[in-house]
T-cell receptor, first 108, second 113 residues
């Protein structure tokens, strides 16, 4: 099956800093989503981005499907950005395969 | 409703007992998914419904786990003879069609003592 690798596994930022999270996947995918899991466990959709670039406020994402990776950019980080960021892909079929996540802590 | 809802939010049960976890998807969403998330890991696929039928149940770990969606809306995940290893967050998601954007519920945290 498709393998999804995320890096870095852990990240500590000072408030206001920028960061880039990476997601590599091992095969072609039908779609890709980025999620933020808050401290209460709720998974929140950030981007649905099988290819191209999207922006939403301080967040943006780019997926290069031909090279099998996606990047999530966080600019001017805030303490509320803390949590776990997951990349999830759909290959053939219906399963969504999640990476292990990047655990982000933003210090005030 | 406005989003996916799951009940109960927390469930503590004793080893060997039977539990049911409920998921109410977003109205009109035809696809429904169950995932299990252990501490420090990403969610793992359990089962996918398209309408009333289980289109893919390959993620169910063993025959103690079963899920139904009798009317194509609400789904129930059923776990028989619970074991301590079943302790995890159980997440439900729904989408409009199998390739649509997935929306996740808040999860049910199951603890087996």
């Amino acid at each position: 099956g498709i393998q999804v690798e995320q890096s870095p596994p852990d990240l500590i930022l000072q408030e206001g800093a920028n960061s880039t999270l990476r997601c590599n996947f091992s095969d072609s995918v039908n779609n890709l989503q980025w999620f933020h899991q808050n401290p209460w466990g709720q998974l929140i959709n950030l981007f649905y981005i099988p290819s191209g670039t999207k922006q939403n406020g301080r967040l943006s994402a780019t997926t290069v499907a031909t090279e099998r990776y996606s990047l999530l950019y966080i600019s001017s980080s805030q303490t509320t950005d803390s949590g776990v960021y997951f990349c999830a892909v759909d290959g053939g079929g219906f399963k969504t395969i999640f990476g292990a996540g990047t655990r982000l802590f933003v210090k005030a | 409703g406005a989003g996916v809802s799951q009940t109960p939010s927390n469930k503590v049960t004793e080893k060997g007992k039977y539990v049911e976890l409920r998921c109410d998807p977003i109205s009109g969403h035809t696809a429904l998914y169950w995932y299990r998330q252990s501490l420090g890991q990403g969610p793992e696929f359990l089962i996918y419904f398209q309408g009333t039928g289980a289109a893919d149940d390959s993620g169910l770990p063993n025959d103690r786990f079963f899920a139904v969606r009798p009317e194509g809306s609400v789904s129930t995940l059923k776990i028989q003879r619970t074991e301590r290893g079943d302790s995890a967050m159980y997440l439900c998601a729904s989408s409009f069609g199998k390739t649509g954007l997935k929306y996740f519920g808040p999860g049910t945290r199951l603890t087996v003592t």
